[in-house]
């Protein structure tokens, strides 16, 4: 049998200076998700993929049109919580592309909070 696992944890604090994939992190992850599955202790890894994660500075997304380039809409800066995420959000945002419909996430985490000074940091980051 063959699959795919996708994990994603920051080891290292501060600014990231490379994505390329790390020992380091493959033993702390490993170690971590065969505590929490251990059935996982057999596995075998054919690859690893690194990459960058993309926090903003409240460290919730950014989702919406942007006022200055009308027709350009943002959905990103999840921090790893994109895959959770994806299915509410695109429901939120077809909603509002298709009726206009707001929702009290797309006011939260519109493009223009930054500059309007109205971000909300978010409370549940755990690390």
């Given at each position: 049998m063959r699959g795919e696992i996708y994990a994603c944890l920051g080891v290292d604090k501060g600014p990231a200076k490379?994505?390329?994939?790390?020992?380091?992190?493959?033993?702390?992850?490993?170690?971590?998700?065969i505590d929490l599955i251990p059935r996982l202790a057999n596995v075998k890894i054919l690859r690893q993929w690194g990459g960058f994660y993309d926090?903003?500075?409240d460290t919730n997304p950014i989702l919406g049109p942007m006022v200055?380039?009308?027709?350009?809409?943002?959905?990103?800066?999840?921090m790893g919580h994109g895959f959770m995420m994806a299915p509410v959000i695109g429901e939120v945002l077809a909603a509002w592309m298709d009726s206009g419909r707001t929702h009290p996430v797309l006011d939260a985490c519109?493009?223009?909070r930054f500059a309007r000074g109205g971000s909300?940091?978010?409370s549940m980051i755990i690390g």
């Amino acid at each position: 049998m063959r699959g795919e696992i996708y994990a994603c944890l920051g080891v290292d604090k501060g600014p990231a200076k490379s994505y390329t994939p790390t020992f380091r992190f493959l033993t702390t992850i490993s170690r971590l998700m065969i505590d929490l599955i251990p059935r996982l202790a057999n596995v075998k890894i054919l690859r690893q993929w690194g990459g960058f994660y993309d926090i903003t500075p409240d460290t919730n997304p950014i989702l919406g049109p942007m006022v200055k380039l009308p027709g350009f809409i943002q959905c990103h800066g999840f921090m790893g919580h994109g895959f959770m995420m994806a299915p509410v959000i695109g429901e939120v945002l077809a909603a509002w592309m298709d009726s206009g419909r707001t929702h009290p996430v797309l006011d939260a985490c519109a493009p223009e909070r930054f500059a309007r000074g109205g971000s909300t940091r978010e409370s549940m980051i755990i690390g």
